[in-house]
């Protein structure tokens, strides 16, 4: 079975400076997909970047970039310029065959003025 | 466009009484799923509908859990017999198909089930 950990339950930046969140996975599967999403207090799961693993550049999306190591099974997120708005949970979530997501137990991620 | 709705946003009940959960995915999406977030199992997969397939029903915790999807489109998750333990935030998400470029999932705002 697969299976995603994120290391970090918390995680902290000043307003506009750069933090960087971890995620590896477990798989045997060759052919795969790694999302990172955001929830806020809302509750909404928001999309933030989606990665495939059979493409070898690394996915970017504005101020949101990942670091993809799949040898090392790691997928990382690094947020750049960081706002407030960007305070909220993250679950990085990997898709394989199945069309399941599997999740990693979150990183609360808390912006400073 | 309209993004993944649910209802109610929030269910209060007791135990031992049935509820049900209602998810309308984004229109033309025809696939969708159910998950269960809670404090003590994190982010759990429940039950997975894609067309007019059989649904994945592997997540379902218990024979309690049953879920349906009507005309392809708003689906329904029923818990008989409320348990504590069945107390956490159900999430539908749904995805234009499964396949390669189609399989991005997107997330309704979740119903928020405590049992008293």
């Known amino acids: 079975a697969q299976t995603v950990t994120q290391s970090q339950p918390e995680m902290s930046v000043q307003e506009a400076e750069t933090v960087t969140l971890s995620c590896t996975y477990d798989?045997?599967?060759?052919?795969?997909?790694l999302f990172w999403y955001k929830q806020p207090p809302s509750r909404q799961m928001i999309l933030v970047i989606r990665?495939?693993?059979?493409?070898?550049q690394n996915a970017t999306e504005n101020r949101f970039s990942v670091n993809f190591q799949k040898a090392a099974k790691s997928f990382s997120l690094k947020i750049s310029d960081s706002q407030l708005g960007d305070a909220a949970m993250y679950f990085c979530a990997y898709r394989g065959s199945g069309s399941r997501l599997t999740f990693g137990e979150g990183t609360q991620l808390t912006v400073n003025p | 466009g309209a993004g993944v709705s649910q209802s109610p946003s929030n269910k209060v009940t007791e135990k031992g009484k049935d509820v049900e959960l209602r998810c309308d995915p984004i229109?033309?999406?025809?696939?969708l799923y159910w998950y269960r977030q809670s404090l003590g199992q994190g982010l759990e997969f429940l039950i997975y509908?894609?067309?007019?397939?059989?649904?994945?029903k592997s997540g379902l915790p218990s024979d309690r859990f049953s879920a349906e999807r009507t005309g392809g489109s708003v689906s329904t998750l029923t818990i008989q017999r409320t348990q504590q333990e069945d107390s956490a935030v159900y999430l539908c998400?749904?995805?234009?198909?499964?396949?390669?470029?189609?399989?991005?999932?997107?997330f309704g705002p979740g119903t928020r089930l405590t049992v008293l």
């Open positions: 798989t045997s599967e060759s052919d795969y997909y």
């Open positions: 998400a749904s995805s234009l198909g499964s396949g390669r470029g189609t399989d991005t999932q997107y």
């Open positions: 990665q495939e693993a059979y493409k070898q």
């Open positions: 229109s033309g999406h025809t696939a």
């Open positions: 509908f894609q067309g007019n397939s059989a649904p994945d």
